[in-house]
């Protein structure tokens, strides 16, 4: 069965940086596009980073600049590096494929900005 295991979250003050990190039990991992999904209480879930297997990266307007995806392929990782984070950007986060095909979804991890 296919499993993503997200890690790296926590708490942290506006300002602060966090890493999160999903690891991928695929064999094509290096062939897809992965992206990082987040939900927030009450709110749809919604893509804010992706990148492609040529490492073309976007990023959605609320967290461009702020923001950083990566992926080492070797691990079937993908990285999410938050920095000047805000109150706003607290949510579970979550990784998958983009268009987002794997089920079920990971466990996720929560990232919470707070003073």
């Known amino acids: 069965q296919v499993q993503l295991v997200e890690s790296g979250g926590g708490l942290v003050q506006p300002g602060g940086s966090l890493r999160l990190s999903c690891a991928a039990s695929?064999?094509?991992?290096?062939?897809?596009?992965m992206g990082w999904y987040r939900q927030a209480p009450g709110k749809q879930r919604e893509l804010v980073a992706h990148?492609?297997?040529?490492?073309?990266?976007n990023y959605a307007d609320s967290v461009k600049g702020r923001f950083t995806i990566s992926r080492d392929n070797a691990k079937n990782t993908v990285y999410l590096q938050m920095d000047s984070l805000k109150p706003e950007d607290t949510a579970v986060y979550y990784c998958?494929?983009?268009?987002?095909?794997?089920?079920?979804w990971g466990q996720g991890t929560q990232v919470t900005v707070s003073s």
């Open positions: 990148i492609t297997s040529d490492r073309i990266t």
């Open positions: 695929v064999t094509w991992f290096s062939t897809v596009r």
């Open positions: 998958n494929t983009v268009p987002s095909n794997i089920r079920p």
